[in-house]
């Protein structure tokens, strides 16, 4: 049996499509990064934790900590979402030991006089990004006193002096402290059990945040914040497809069809 042969049109047919393919494998490809990291406030020794979500499923690499430096090497495609763990000797894990940022094809240095979770985060522009949407929002919601706040990472529920019936404070089982706070023996993760007055405080301030966080995302239209943002958002139900459609078509080309922006968008 002779092998079976194919007109010319068509071997070139197949030729185009195979570089189509291989042009499109060399896009996905990751790229290198390096991260540099140096916290002064931290026992010399211990050890870091990255992790992230890759191209082909969740990234956990560890280094040794040393004079309290360490150095994460290795690829990525595009920016994605990561966390930073550093666990003391002895397995110890602080809040203090944690921070999140965006890792990308690219030098970041991560260094901090004090502790890893207030560290400056340099050479990733979406890290950059993501620093300006949280001062958007926590400039206004935490600096000023008289805003309502609940610590649902805690157990205390702070509000204003003297707004908190006497009702409220019995309920939470706790005693009222001299700045205003209640010590809380439990912690709240829903907002209709705190008094009325409170939970319309709270969904004001939910409701300003949320226009703050739309705003960005319209401001910021080629940034994987925004688009990471959106799709969050969106999962979550927290907005009308009305208000996601002409968000997520104010995104950048570049966005949509990024290998993330594929998975979350359906993007071909």
């Not at 009702?167 to 705190?194: F, H, K």
């Not at 914040?225 to 078509?249: C, D, F, G, H, Q």
Request: charged share 20%; glycine share 6%; with cysteine.
């Amino acid at each position: 049996m002779y092998p079976r042969r194919y007109p010319m049109k068509y071997n070139f047919t197949f030729t185009i499509l195979l570089l189509i393919c291989f042009s499109a494998t060399l896009l996905a490809q990751d790229k290198d990064y390096t991260i540099s990291a140096s916290v002064k406030k931290h026992p010399s020794k211990g050890m870091a934790y990255l992790q992230y979500e890759g191209l082909n499923g969740k990234i956990v690499d560890s280094v040794a900590i040393e004079g309290g430096s360490f150095t994460f090497k290795g690829k990525v495609d595009e920016p994605r979402p990561a966390s930073i763990v550093i666990k003391e000797p002895g397995g110890k894990v602080a809040a203090q030991h944690m921070i999140k940022f965006y890792i990308e094809p690219l030098d970041i240095a991560i260094n901090s006089k004090m502790m890893l979770s207030t560290a400056d985060i340099m050479g990733s522009p979406a890290s950059a990004d993501r620093k300006k949407m949280d001062k958007l929002l926590l400039g206004d919601n935490f600096a000023q006193p008289e805003k309502v706040q609940v610590v649902q990472t805690t157990q205390i529920v702070a509000v204003p002096a003297g707004s908190m019936p006497p009702r409220a404070i019995s309920q939470s089982r706790g005693r009222p402290m001299p700045s205003g706070q209640v010590i809380n023996r439990r912690v709240i993760t829903d907002i209709n059990e705190l008094p009325y007055e409170m939970q319309s405080a709270i969904r004001a301030m939910r409701d300003e945040a949320k226009g703050k966080v739309l705003q960005f995302i319209k401001d910021h239209p080629d940034s994987f914040v925004s688009m990471y943002t959106l799709n969050s958002l969106w999962e979550a139900k927290r907005l009308t497809y009305a208000e996601y459609i002409p968000l997520l078509n104010g995104l950048s080309e570049n966005l949509v069809r990024s290998n993330q922006g594929k998975v979350m968008f359906g993007v071909k």
